[in-house]
């Protein structure tokens, strides 16, 4: 299975969409302007529930992945919902924190952890490390050594399994950067007790993202369930498995085929069946990804020899994912009129070709000022965003049954330049 691309010809037309969580879009961007994220809160309590219901009756933390969508508001939802946090970053860490999280419900992810970052993780308290490296493994046990302390710690196995989604997002593949062979780890647990200061009785996998099949999964967590098996009956304790995240979402209608949030518990569930310890998960994507859109105008038709171009104020520094990994979202016009078809390349206002949205994409014929809305914007479109080209950062709203937050106001042009400075003050180094 292969990752939709924004060169795909359509298969259907999908639907105007004039609201969101009970707001009137057209009015919502008249009053905040555009780019404008917007998040629907309900939407995510939703996907919150649907997986805490799939996971009733199992010991479970569901730590939502922080890079999908760092927000505070999100965050804040999260916390409400009695999730914990995946971080990979101390940057994350913060702003997990910040937004009420208890340290006790986070695990910090991530191949470079400095030694800066792991010493802010110990003096917070997270509940574990998930660990990359043997490099790493030693720099936790100097730190915690350090302080006088004892780090929890699990190690990223890597099942050499694909993912079957876009290469740059697979993780568990033997030539990824993530994790460490299974005969490694039983290499690491095999000399356990020579670390006085890291409490090794973890096991994480994490195999990629936007993961649309089960078979992934499961072969991945049946690899990492006889791997337990075998710590045990050797005489390792293995208090936590994580089994990382992943879950697909809907970018492209009538095209993906979303995994259920039953169904892969259910295979959780059939892989780890008898472990006694705790389950943690860790999904990001999942929980957000289709509770956001990006609301963006059209600025201009440019007519061109071949193809006509719907150049908009949204640009690739707002969603980088399209010039990314040539990823599709659904466009659609917030308003119900009705028009004659055409087809665009749709685009932004930034000196790159690869600043497109979509190529020869169908849909209603669009004149200048009208409102456009980008599906699927809620992970991994405000968090990578960039002031690339001297492009503020966009607005972001949170709505909730007819009403809205701004949650993140418009960068001003003072607020991204306000780290830089003219080259007065020389020195030698």
């Not at 002031?387 to 503020?392: A, F, I, M």
């Amino acid at each position: 299975m292969t990752a939709p691309s924004l060169q795909d010809g359509p298969a259907f037309l999908p639907a105007p969409q004039p609201r969101f969580d009970g707001v009137d879009l057209q009015a919502l961007a008249a009053r905040l302007g555009t780019p404008l994220y917007a998040y629907s809160a309900n939407a995510i309590r939703q996907r919150i529930r649907e997986l805490q219901q799939a996971l009733h009756g199992l010991d479970a933390t569901v730590c939502y992945a922080v890079k999908a969508n760092s927000n505070r508001a999100i965050l804040e939802l999260m916390a409400t919902a009695g999730l914990g946090a995946d971080i990979v970053s101390a940057g994350e860490l913060r702003r997990a924190l910040d937004a009420g999280i208890p340290a006790a419900r986070i695990v910090f992810s991530g191949v470079g952890k400095t030694e800066q970052e792991i010493d802010a993780a110990l003096d917070a308290g997270i509940a574990r490390f998930n660990v990359e490296s043997l490099d790493e493994l030693r720099a936790i046990e100097r730190v915690a050594g350090a302080r006088g302390a004892t780090a929890r710690a699990a190690v990223r196995v890597n099942p050499d399994v694909d993912a079957l989604t876009h290469a740059k997002i697979s993780t568990g593949r033997a030539e990824n950067k993530f994790g460490v062979s299974i005969a490694e780890a039983r290499d690491w647990f095999a000399e356990r007790g020579q670390l006085r200061h890291v409490r090794l009785d973890g096991l994480h996998v994490h195999i990629g993202s936007q993961i649309l099949d089960l078979k992934p999964f499961r072969l991945a967590l049946h690899r990492v369930a006889a791997f337990w098996r075998e710590l045990v009956q050797a005489g390792h304790p293995v208090a936590s498995i994580d089994v990382g995240g992943g879950l697909g979402v809907r970018y492209r209608a009538g095209h993906d085929q979303a995994v259920a949030a039953a169904d892969y518990v259910g295979v959780i569930r059939e892989a780890l069946a008898g472990f006694d310890g705790r389950l943690l998960l860790e999904p990001g994507r999942w929980l957000v990804a289709e509770a956001g859109v990006l609301l963006t105008r059209v600025l201009r038709i440019k007519h061109g020899g071949e193809r006509d171009f719907l150049v908009l104020d949204a640009a690739m520094n707002d969603l980088q994912r399209p010039s990314l990994y040539d990823a599709w979202h659904d466009i659609v016009p917030a308003s119900t009129q009705t028009r004659p078809l055409a087809t665009y390349d749709i685009v932004g206002p930034v000196c790159e070709t690869g600043d497109t949205f979509a190529r020869g994409r169908t849909l209603r014929a669009c004149e200048p000022g009208d409102l456009l809305v980008i599906q699927g914007t809620g992970a991994y479109g405000a968090s990578m965003a960039s002031t690339y080209n001297s492009r503020p950062l966009a607005a972001e709203a949170l709505l909730d049954g007819g009403r809205y937050a701004l949650v993140r106001r418009r960068q001003s042009h003072q607020e991204m330049v306000a780290g830089e400075q003219s080259a007065q003050d020389w020195e030698t180094p």
